[in-house]
């Protein structure tokens, strides 16, 4: 059974940092892509940052602030984010690149950005 488990958020002001967490199992982790992804109310799922095997990719909105990591021996993922801004706000989640795990979404991990 493949799961996720995304941690970290919080309430923030524009400006502050978080740092979010994932971890996964069910699955052979190292061997994927993987990606940020975040949903606001009334939108759809945005792709936020990935990281493959020998780099990472951002949405434009994020370049420069956010950096994407991963640790393959703990199944763990993470995502770094500075500089936060109000338009940021949303729930991140975590998933497969390009074709995510549709039936293994986790509850994400809400980031609110807000003075």
């Known amino acids: 059974q493949v799961q996720f488990v995304e941690s970290g958020g919080g309430l923030v002001q524009p400006g502050g940092s978080l740092t979010l967490s994932c971890t996964a199992s069910g699955f052979a982790f190292s061997v994927y892509a993987m990606s940020w992804y975040r949903q606001t109310p009334g939108t759809a799922r945005e792709l936020v940052a990935t990281?493959?095997?020998?780099?990472?990719d951002y949405a434009d909105s994020v370049k420069d602030r956010f950096t994407i990591s991963r640790d393959n021996s703990r199944n763990m993922m993470f995502l770094q984010m500075n500089n936060l801004k109000i338009e940021d706000t949303a729930v991140y989640y975590c998933n497969r690149y390009r074709s995510p795990f549709n039936d293994a979404w986790g509850q994400g991990t809400q980031v609110t950005v807000s003075s």
């Open positions: 990281v493959g095997f020998t780099g990472a």
